[in-house]
């Protein structure tokens, strides 16, 4: 009965997520596939007026959210807490060019973990996101995304300023992979 709870949660953020990407003009869409943002990543990529693009790196959507607003495109960034120790260099774009610049960043390596793997990066990810210059703004409810997600893109996008939204793994649900 839980599990089906968490699946119920992740469909209404998931959705309220895309619906302000709708609303905000959100038009490119990059990850690198995680369960966290699968159904995020699903609505996306049904519609026609987002191009979603997979990544084999998440430094490879820093730059091209950069070239999205370049060309005159809002872009957005998803990916796991883990992918956020991968893009340190490539974040000094941002900084140094003041691209305005959103990412919604599951975390891992919080409640109810199970992989010891995912602790250091997990929790040194909103310290790691700030010394990079990167405004940051956590949600811990569900019933807080849709709010959150607004106002990170109007930040970005209104002061060409680069903000991480973390969904914490509690709101999400651990993962188990079959280990009990």
């Known amino acids: 009965m839980a599990e089906h709870n968490v699946l119920d949660q992740m469909v209404n953020w998931s959705d309220d997520i895309f619906k302000k990407f709708k609303e905000q003009r959100v038009a490119i869409v990059s990850y690198v596939p995680d369960a966290g943002h699968m159904r995020l990543i699903e609505l996306c ?4 007026s987002i191009k979603t693009v997979a990544l084999t790196t998440e430094e490879e959507g820093v730059a091209l959210s950069a070239g999205a607003y370049l060309g005159g495109k809002r ?6 807490s883990s992918g956020v120790g991968n893009c340190i260099n490539m974040f000094s774009l941002l900084k140094t060019c003041q691209f305005p610049f959103l990412t919604i960043v599951t975390m891992r390596g919080e409640w109810g973990e199970f992989n010891p793997w995912q602790l250091p990066t997990g929790q040194a990810t909103p310290q790691v996101l700030e010394a990079c210059g990167i405004h940051v703004m956590r ?4 019933r807080e995304v849709a709010d959150t997600i607004e106002a990170a893109l109007k ?3 209104n002061s060409y300023s680069a903000v991480a939204v973390l969904l914490s793994q509690r709101m999400l649900g651990s993962k188990s992979f079959g280990r009990k």
């Open 45 to 48: 990529q049904q519609d026609s």
């Open 75 to 80: 872009a957005v960034l998803l990916m796991q």
């Open 139 to 142: 949600v811990d409810e569900s």
């Open 155 to 157: 930040l970005a996008y």
